[in-house]
């Protein structure tokens, strides 16, 4: 069981937006703004694209956008296309005892 | 741009030693950033192991940490991973990755399939 909650999938259609939540505690979501979320399509490595809860790094779509609301945070694709179709996984420190969790991870459908 | 490339043997006995070596090229591995492992078992998600500093600090995934030895070997600009004891549950795709900031794996390598099997 991942230490941070993701729904296992989420659809949606070309052009609409989706959000995925990412659900932690107080003692890794809630506490820090050290999020980041990872696109990874089959049988490739992950890609970071979204780092400290909401920036997105250089070459990554302006389409991607994160959010953090108490101990959930969220990852936002607006405009979906047919390339976003991919696993998608968040990411949060947790304190100097267990240092890093990643969600289960949630696949996004593009119908 | 920094690149990343695990190498080391894919099949591994049950009881044994895990070794794995993650060259580093385009960069140094002296640079201010730390240096990661991340596994993938087949089908599920994706599990943080641990990360280095050139310095040879180290922090470990508590649930592995017993089983886990992470290494830098700064002449040669790479970093290793040992993980003792294995059994099929660490079956993976063992990635590492370099950290930007604290939880944020910016750089990754292509990923090294590791089976434990007799």
């Known amino acids: 069981q991942s230490a941070l909650t993701q729904p296992a999938s989420v659809s949606g259609s070309p052009g609409q937006s989706i959000t995925i939540s990412c659900t932690g505690t107080s003692s890794d979501v809630g506490s820090y703004n050290l999020v980041s979320w990872y696109q990874q399509h089959p049988g490739k490595a992950p890609k970071l694209m979204i780092y400290?809860?909401?920036k997105r790094p250089s070459g990554v779509s302006n389409r991607f956008s994160g959010s953090k609301s108490g101990n959930t945070a969220s990852l936002t694709i607006s405009g979906l296309q047919a390339e976003d179709e991919a696993d998608y996984y968040c990411?949060?420190?947790?304190?100097?005892?267990?240092?890093?969790?990643f969600g289960g991870g949630t696949k996004l459908t593009v119908l | 741009q920094v690149q990343l490339q695990e190498s080391g043997p894919g099949l591994v006995k049950p009881s044994g030693t895990l070794s794995l070596t993650c060259a580093v090229s385009g960069g140094s591995i002296s640079s201010s950033n730390w240096w990661s492992w991340v596994r993938q078992p087949p089908g599920k998600g994706l599990e943080w192991i641990g990360e280095i500093y050139h310095s040879g600090s180290t922090n470990y995934n508590p649930s592995l940490k017993s089983r886990v030895t992470i290494s830098v070997d700064k002449s040669k600009n790479q970093f290793s991973l040992k993980l003792s004891s294995v059994t099929a549950a660490d079956t993976a795709v063992y990635y590492c990755a370099r950290t930007d900031i604290v939880a944020t794996l910016d750089v990754w390598g292509k990923g090294t399939t590791v089976t434990v099997s007799s």
């Open positions: 990411c949060s420190y947790a304190g100097s005892s267990t240092y890093v969790v």
């Open positions: 400290e809860v909401s």
